[in-house]
């Protein structure tokens, strides 16, 4: 079991840069794949990004390829998101989540960070 810890949210303008980071505690990251979600209000969760176990594969949603990287630092049991050229409509609360793959999320999630940008 895992558990995970999200900070670095918080409110910017349009076009500034933020990172997310999430701690990992329990088992030792290297043994999940990670990534990232968020929920705006009255939407659901939807995909944003994620890393293979040792971070060689990425993938990530069309709505944020370009500008998010996701990234994680296993010896330090964390994951990053640097999300640049950020938009109003990036606004969401983000939820950091491991699972078996990249493609197999959500076996466990953190509380979520809040990301707001104004226009």
């Known amino acids: 079991q895992v558990q995970l810890v999200e900070s670095g949210g918080g409110l910017v303008q349009a076009g500034d840069s933020l990172r997310l980071s999430c701690a990992a505690s329990?088992?030792?990251?290297?043994?999940?794949?990670m990534g990232w979600f968020r929920q705006a209000p009255g939407m659901e969760r939807e995909f944003v990004a994620g890393i293979s176990r040792f971070g060689s594969t990425t993938r990530y949603a069309d709505s944020v390829k370009g500008r998010f990287t996701i990234s994680r630092d296993n010896a330090k049991n964390t994951v990053y998101l640097q999300m640049n050229s950020l938009k109003p409509e990036d606004t969401a609360v983000y939820y950091c989540?491991?699972?078996?793959?990249?493609?197999?999320?959500?076996?466990?999630w953190g509380q979520g960070t809040q990301v707001t940008v104004s226009s």
């Open positions: 329990g088992r030792t990251l290297s043994s999940y794949a």
């Open positions: 989540t491991a699972g078996s793959s990249s493609l197999n999320l959500g076996d466990y």
